[in-house]
């Protein structure tokens, strides 16, 4: 099983980035895909998670209208847009797949985002 993340790196404020995380050695089409983040000395929190099919999508607070999740299950690949970035936004970006009702959780390696003039 793979998830592997990639798009990250420095970008001035105000400015975008697309992530994508492309999974292998799984069922992707099962699995709900989310993308976390991680900033220094914080705790990993949830950004934005869409499910199996691509129809259920949900954000956190402070990226909504910033923020577009989106995947292809024929590729087996999830992105996520970020327009407007901020500061605020800086942190390592995760991608994890998983189902309901099962412990089972995978987790990308991460990549950086540095917002920052």
């Known amino acids: 099983v793979q998830l592997v993340e990639s798009g990250g790196g420095l970008v001035q404020p105000g400015g975008s980035l697309r992530l994508s995380c492309a999974a292998s050695?799984?069922?992707?089409?099962?699995?709900?895909m989310s993308w976390y983040r991680q900033a220094p000395g914080k705790e990993r929190e949830l950004v934005a998670s869409?499910?199996?099919?691509?129809?259920?999508?949900n954000y956190t607070e402070s990226v909504k209208g910033r923020f577009t999740i989106s995947r292809d299950n024929a590729k087996k690949t999830v992105s996520l847009q970020m327009n407007s970035l901020k500061p605020e936004d800086t942190a390592v970006y995760y991608c994890?797949?998983?189902?309901?009702?099962?412990?089972?959780?995978?987790w990308g390696q991460g990549t950086q985002v540095t917002v920052s003039s």
């Open positions: 869409v499910s199996s099919t691509g129809y259920r999508k």
């Open positions: 994890k797949g998983s189902r309901d009702y099962s412990p089972t959780v995978y």
């Open positions: 050695g799984f069922t992707f089409s099962s699995y709900a």
